[in-house]
């Protein structure tokens, strides 16, 4: 929570120095990354540079088409690499969630309000809008229902998504999708600003929602906070290579919701 109230302070976790090259120290610093040595077969040359975890995918898909783990020893030729990968898939397996892991949170509505309602609402109860997330409501991008609809919500953290060491942004968005939750609109950011009024003091969660790039170059999320300075709307950097902490807490739309 001290992080998050850091980042809070500065108007989310904004890391630049963080694309890119972060995945890639993470990944060596966990000894995920092979290097070209010899003595191995063909096969294990070719996968030599690939992460474990692409690697891994590769033989769960494998062995969900049935072919037997010995096979797999025999055409890579590196009977400890395979027992890495296999265990490793089957550890990824475990970790992945479904749908129905996922309590509802909320249940909130949307629309029916313009995005200058909206700021006034917030402003009206003694909430606060930072700078970059005033930006992204200025946008065009960032547009709001004409009519007012439902929609229900749930909260996983990034680690209930099933990335037990955080992950990048592209990757959680897409491991939701295909567990069945949606983005949210962007709205979702402002009126739950407004509806989150009891949140507790150190909570923090970010909209799971197209990047806005607002003031900058920085693609960014809406992040619903509340700390020693009062509840805000923050905004939050989002770019597709930024790593997201396993604790950090998401805002989906629900399956068939």
């Not at 890391?15 to 120290?25: C, D, H, K, R, V």
């Not at 975890?53 to 590769?58: D, H, I, R, Y």
């Not at 490793?88 to 995005?115: H, L, N, V």
């Amino acid at each position: 929570m001290l992080k998050a109230a850091f980042w809070g302070f500065f108007e989310g976790p904004r890391m630049p120095f963080l694309t890119g090259w972060s995945e890639l120290a993470l990944v060596r610093g966990r000894g995920l990354v092979w290097r070209r040595s010899e003595g191995r077969s063909a096969m294990a040359h070719l996968i030599a540079e690939v992460s474990l975890g692409q690697v891994s995918e590769l033989i769960a898909r494998l062995g969900r088409a049935g072919m037997d783990p010995a096979l797999l020893k025999k055409a890579l030729g590196d009977d400890e690499l395979v027992e890495r990968m296999v265990t490793a898939a089957r550890t990824e397996s475990q970790d992945t969630p479904t749908p129905t892991s996922f309590p509802i949170w909320k249940t909130i509505q949307i629309g029916g309000k313009t995005k200058d309602q909206l700021i006034a609402e917030i402003e009206a109860k003694g909430m606060k809008i930072g700078d970059y997330a005033q930006s992204m409501l200025a946008k065009e991008a960032f547009t709001t229902l004409p009519k007012p609809c439902e929609l229900t919500l749930v909260r996983p953290t990034v680690a209930e998504l099933g990335f037990k060491k955080g992950a990048v942004t592209k990757n959680i968005w897409k491991r939701a999708q295909d567990l069945g939750l949606s983005l949210c609109p962007a709205e979702v950011g402002p009126h739950l600003r407004l509806v989150d009024a009891d949140q507790a003091s150190g909570d923090y969660y970010w909209i799971g929602m197209e990047p806005i790039t607002g003031a900058g170059v920085y693609p960014d999320v809406f992040m619903v906070g509340r700390g020693d300075c009062g509840r805000w709307l923050f905004s939050s950097g989002a770019w597709p290579g930024d790593h997201w902490f396993p604790e950090f807490r998401l805002v989906f739309v629900a399956p068939g919701k």
